[in-house]
């Protein structure tokens, strides 16, 4: 299992007004989150930390693709992904969290980036993904039209009113 330590930034030991930082991410990273629903990819990020007198303004940058299933026919596929976002972090007593502002205790100083990058990717990822047309599994595919054909021919057999119906609609005319 991968360590994410290196996505720890200790934001008391910076010293530099403006600091940036670039991380490659593959695989293992997403292996290593808990819970995360992608599970592979390759991801560039470059981080922009600009010091300000009671926060830290953060400037991420992310491209790169991720693997995900299609929702037709299940097989992976790449999807490309690139997201800018900002955060405001401050020191404070506790950690909490509201909108785009994070308050990290004062006492460790260590802002976790490995799933907020995980979140700005995930956010940018459709509700719908499938593969180009044409570019889905060809067997899968077949399949699905055969079983959308059985379906439509049991639905088509299931609007045949019964014939008791047909003589109650006599009535009401």
Same mark, same amino acid.
């Given at each position: 299992?991968?360590?994410?330590?290196?996505?720890?930034?200790?934001?008391?030991?910076?010293?530099?007004?403006?600091?940036?930082?670039?991380? @490659?991410?593959? !695989?293992?990273?997403? $292996?290593?989150?808990?819970?995360?629903? =992608? /599970?592979? *990819? &390759?991801?560039?990020?470059?981080?922009?930390?600009?010091?300000?007198?009671?926060?830290?303004?953060?400037?991420?940058?992310?491209?790169?693709?991720?693997?995900?299933?299609?929702?037709?026919?299940? @097989?992976?596929? !790449?999807?490309?992904? $690139?997201?800018?976002?900002?955060?405001? =972090? /401050?020191? *404070? &007593?506790?950690?909490?969290?509201?909108?785009?502002?994070?308050?990290?205790?004062?006492?460790?100083?260590?802002?976790?980036?490995?799933?907020?990058?995980?979140?700005?990717?995930?956010?940018?990822?459709?509700?719908?993904?499938?593969?180009?047309?044409?570019?889905?599994?060809?067997?899968?595919?077949?399949?699905?039209?055969?079983?959308?054909?059985?379906?439509?021919?049991?639905?088509?057999?299931?609007?045949?009113?019964?014939?008791?119906?047909?003589?109650?609609?006599?009535?009401?005319?």
């Amino acid at each position: 299992m991968c360590s994410l330590e290196f996505l720890k930034i200790d934001l008391k030991s910076l010293k530099e007004e403006e600091t940036s930082l670039e991380f @490659d991410l593959d !695989d293992t990273y997403f $292996e290593a989150l808990d819970d995360a629903e =992608v /599970k592979k *990819g &390759s991801l560039h990020v470059s981080v922009s930390i600009r010091r300000a007198t009671g926060f830290f303004e953060l400037l991420f940058h992310t491209a790169g693709t991720v693997i995900i299933p299609c929702d037709r026919c299940l @097989d992976d596929m !790449d999807l490309p992904v $690139e997201t800018e976002n900002r955060l405001v =972090v /401050k020191l *404070g &007593s506790e950690y909490s969290e509201e909108d785009d502002v994070i308050v990290v205790s004062e006492n460790e100083g260590i802002l976790d980036m490995s799933w907020l990058i995980y979140e700005f990717v995930a956010l940018v990822i459709p509700i719908r993904h499938v593969h180009a047309p044409g570019k889905c599994n060809i067997a899968m595919t077949k399949t699905l039209e055969e079983l959308s054909a059985d379906r439509s021919s049991d639905e088509e057999s299931s609007h045949e009113t019964d014939p008791r119906w047909d003589k109650l609609k006599k009535l009401k005319m």
